[in-house]
């Protein structure tokens, strides 16, 4: 599915642009007030432009099973970096892991939310997903708070899970099934 579109009222998902999109990926990843809970430290521009040319290397990949997208504001501005990686390890078993980063300053305004139930949308709406399932820092509340109130179940907790900025840290998992998902988004079809 390439290329992928879906929007909200204030959010929409669409694919990477690998130049265009540099510094406003920087402005996330390179800030360390988000990557405080995130599986990796602050990134710098070479890196996040390995990034940008291997996801968007990536989305031509048949079959496509990284969904790596652009999350902007109506007006253009890029304000997260949205994954949705299909499970690939088992083949048949329709599985998907979820994950985000949302510039700090967008924080506290709904926007993280939009930006889970639109990967959701995809996963379930689009793709077809069994199960999708997302991790966080035990430190990471608000990401845990979001993930309930879309419905995802906290499952567990993976002991010395990643190891980040020199010191393992565990992993909270949170999960949602096809049959437990309510979108509460109006849908629009993705253009493709």
């Given amino acids: 599915m390439y290329p992928v579109t879906l929007t909200s009222p204030t959010v929409s998902l669409r694919e990477f642009e690998a130049s265009d999109d540099v510094d406003a990926v920087l402005a996330i990843y390179g800030d360390p007030c988000v990557t405080e809970h995130l599986s990796f430290e602050p990134r710098d521009r070479a890196q996040v432009e390995a990034t940008l040319a291997s996801v968007t290397k990536a989305a031509g990949d048949e079959p496509r099973t990284e969904y790596s997208l652009a999350a902007v504001r109506p007006t253009g501005e890029l304000i997260a970096f949205a994954r949705l990686a299909v499970d690939t390890q088992h083949p048949g078993q329709s599985s998907g892991q979820i994950g985000f980063a949302l510039c700090a300053d967008q924080w506290g305004q709904g926007l993280g939310t939009q930006v889970v139930e639109l990967l959701l949308r ?66 629009s079809p993705p253009d493709r």
């Fill in 122 to 187: 995809l996963g379930f709406g689009e793709l077809g997903l069994h199960r999708i399932w997302g991790a966080r820092s035990p430190d990471n509340h608000a990401s845990g708070r979001l993930m309930r109130k879309l419905g995802m179940v906290e499952e567990g907790r993976i002991r010395d899970h990643l190891l980040v900025r020199g010191r393992w840290r565990d992993s909270i998992i949170h999960s949602i099934l096809e049959d437990e998902w309510r979108p509460s988004l109006s849908p």
